[in-house]
């Protein structure tokens, strides 16, 4: 519970600060909604700012952390006047009609249920337990951006993580996860003032519903990816843009700017953003103007201001590991060493393959990837799966025709369709790395959804209303049966310990390590790269890290002597390795001759349980 | 009568436009698929579950 206050602290601190920084700007917004999270997108970018530069100046440490976050959320809570922020919602009105009522008592109800579920201990999935909460983590033990070298995403662009860091500070990791769910509830928010501000409030209220509905988001957005942050970003840049392109005010082009900064200083797929917006506002500032170099000059100065924001970014891999990307393009910056080279564009079938060097793809390409790219394929995943978009865009769409002539939902329609084809060529046709195009499309299906409830044939409209209330029940439903499983840890029945052992396979082995491993104890982790429950320093043995690779060497003595050298003193290891990871290149540990006959020499056993093993490096026994 | 139809309906038939049976075809669309989703994946029957506890 004062995980789910503190979150709502955060949240109206961000608030505060960031209308704070719009009102000195003297940006203008038409609703409530849409102030508040524009508000909220600025003050969280400003705190992520904050902790950027005490980790660069090497002081994000937790007490510092805690100590600055405290400050700022005194700040944001005075700043921010609740009373005037409330009266302005009474002003708005929105809860009269009973039909607008009901939709937002679902929404509610469906954000109220993914606050619990999100305010469990992290558990269950395996990138933010290895990447975006476990290194956050580090940062706070050594008190600056460390690179962590076998860590495959260690140089990627943090905001999120860094966000991250204030709720491991301040409280856990549940908090962090809250943090995350927060940048959902802001989209919903978000998408409610979008669809007021270019259609009406039945629209935004409709768009909110159906996005919230995506089981994509319900199950990514209480966890701590940083998905749903990047897209909560992006979707205020391509607002901004939307914002701009209608006043043609130079700070709202600023904006724009800084928001898109934000997106690509959360994850490379925020480059996208830049991929849409440059040349929306090199063709608006030409039309504008009539001359090409005035809108060649807008878009450099938005280029200009989101890559500042990304920059420190981009420097820190490029000192670290001689590559602004690493390990993406690897080949190209000639960057430290990776095993692996990750895919940047997806669905490449080589230059020989369709037009234009491969950019236009071939039939066989179309025909090999169809499955992959059907958004009707996308529907109908469900639970835990990265591409489960839900069905309302597949039910409802279609019925954007009947707007064709409404010149704002034409350029929607355009925009997702353009977006959708990035997420097909460049984002490996997976939704979760666009997100940002959901909104939007949320935003057109609410149109359609507004439409049919109310359309001028009764009838119809109160059938659509009675079945589109209806699938608010089941989604809602479904995330009940989501939130069921985390309920007693959530209400304080059962201890985050309990909790833990039971569902997280290493947490056993941890709990045993944290407690008994002496201070400067260094830990390998074999088989196994969730490493956010362990708190002494650790690294992978990941078959795609370059650092310790086991075909290096011939005998236990090599291998002992690299381990030495490593710093390492103990070792973590996976019972029986997974049939998909073994697969990958992680060895079968205690069926493999080497592993074996360096364990008979040197290792000795400290904990076991079903799951996991310790060892203790023992650097005398071979002899 | 069918200038009766035609007041009531805002001045014109609504039901000989091409317009009023897309939107007809559209609603049967949205109508069909959400219940083909919902009972397909489980939805339902999660329902049905949690009622009869």
């Known amino acids: 519970m004062i995980d789910l206050i503190s979150i709502l602290l955060l949240m109206l601190s961000a608030i505060g600060t960031g209308r704070e920084i719009l009102r000195r700007g003297q940006f203008a917004f038409t609703n409530p909604f849409e102030r508040a999270t524009f508000a909220a997108g600025i003050g969280y970018g400003s705190l992520a700012l904050t902790m950027l530069v005490l980790g660069i100046a090497g002081f994000l440490l937790p007490t510092v952390v805690a100590a600055v976050s405290v400050a700022w959320m005194v700040a944001g809570c005075y700043l921010v006047g609740v009373r005037g922020l ?9 809860t009269r009609d009973p039909w607008r009522l009901l939709v937002v008592g679902f929404i509610a109800l469906g954000l109220v249920l993914t606050a619990l579920k999100a305010a469990a201990p992290p558990h269950g999935a395996t990138d933010p337990l290895a990447y975006q909460l476990a290194l956050p983590k580090i940062f706070l033990q050594k008190g600056f951006l460390s690179f962590e070298g076998t860590i495959t995403g260690a140089l ?7 966000l991250y860091a204030v709720g491991l500070a301040l409280r856990e990791g549940s908090l962090a996860q809250l943090i995350h769910w927060s940048t959902l509830f802001l989209c919903v928010v978000g998408v409610i003032g ?25 199950v990514f957005g209480t966890q701590g990816y940083i998905d749903v942050g990047l ?17 043609r005010r130079t700070r709202e082009l600023v904006l724009t700017g800084l928001l898109a900064g934000l997106a690509i200083s959360t994850k490379h797929q925020g480059l996208a953003t830049l991929v849409v917006a440059v040349p929306v506002i090199v063709s608006v500032g030409l039309r504008t103007s009539g001359r090409l170099i005035s809108g060649l000059r807008l878009g450099a100065l938005f280029l200009a201001i989101a890559l500042a924001l990304a920059l420190p970014w981009y420097l820190r891999a490029w000192f670290m590991a001689g590559n602004p990307i690493w390990p993406l393009a690897n080949g190209l910056f000639g960057g430290l060493p990776f095993g692996n080279s990750p895919v940047i564009l997806s669905g490449q079938m080589g230059p020989d393959s369709g037009l234009l060097g491969g950019w236009i793809p071939s039939a066989k390409w179309w025909t090999s990837y ?32 009947l707007g064709w002539r409404h010149p704002r939902l034409r350029r929607l329609m355009v925009f997702c369709l ?72 959530v209400f304080g029945r059962e201890t985050p310990s309990q909790f833990l052992r039971a569902r997280e396979h290493n947490y056993g082995v941890f709990e045993f390590a944290n407690q008994h491993l002496p201070a400067k104890s260094k830990v390998l982790l074999q088989g196994m790269v969730r490493g956010f429950y362990l708190n002494a320093p650790y690294m992978w043995d990941h078959p795609h890290q370059a650092i310790l690779r086991y075909d290096d060497y011939t005998t236990p003595e090599d291998f002992l002597a690299r381990l030495r050298k490593l710093g390492i003193t103990h070792i973590a290891r996976v019972i029986r390795v997974s049939d998909t990871r073994h697969a990958m290149g992680f060895p079968q540990y205690f069926l493999d001759p080497f592993h074996e006959s360096f364990r008979q020499k040197y290792l000795k056993l400290l904990y076991r349980d079903q799951m996991c093993v310790l060892f203790e490096i023992h650097h005398g026994n071979g002899n | 009568m069918k200038d009766m139809i035609n007041q009531r309906d805002g001045g014109t038939n609504q039901w000989l436009r091409p317009r009023r049976w897309i939107e007809l075809v559209l609603l049967s669309w949205a109508i069909g698929i959400f219940y083909y989703y919902y009972s397909l994946l489980g939805y339902i029957d999660l329902l049905r579950d949690l009622l009869s506890r």
């Not at chain 1, 591409?387 to 597949?394: D, E, L, Q, R, Y």
């Not at chain 1, 997100?435 to 119809?460: I, K, N, Q, T």
Request: glycine share 6%; aromatic share 20%.
């Open chain 1, 370 to 401: 169809l499955g992959a790219m059907s958004p009707w394929s996308w529907a109908f995943l469900k639970g835990g799966l990265q591409k489960a978009t839900g069905i309302h865009f597949i039910a409802l769409l279609p019925a954007t025709v």
């Open chain 1, 418 to 489: 353009c977006y959708y084809v990035i997420i097909i060529r460049a984002l490996h046709m997976n939704p979760r790395y666009g997100l940002v195009l959901f909104v939007f499309a949320s935003a057109a299906a609410g149109w359609a959804a507004a439409y049919f409830s109310r359309h001028e044939w009764r009838p119809a409209a109160l059938v659509f209303r009675a079945v589109f209330v209806s699938t608010l029940v089941l989604n809602v439903t479904w995330q009940y049966s989501l939130f069921e499983p985390v309920r007693d840890v």
């Open chain 1, 86 to 94: 409330v009266s302005r919602f009474r002003e708005s009105r929105f």
């Open chain 1, 194 to 218: 979008f669809g007021e501000r270019y259609f009406n409030r039945d629209v935004g209220l409709c768009a909110g519903a159906i996005f919230l509905s995506m089981p994509l988001v319900t």
């Open chain 1, 156 to 162: 990627y662009p943090d905001t999120m993580n860094l």
């Open chain 1, 231 to 247: 897209c909560f970003f992006q979707f205020l840049a391509f607002w901004a843009l939307a914002n701009w392109t209608q006043t």
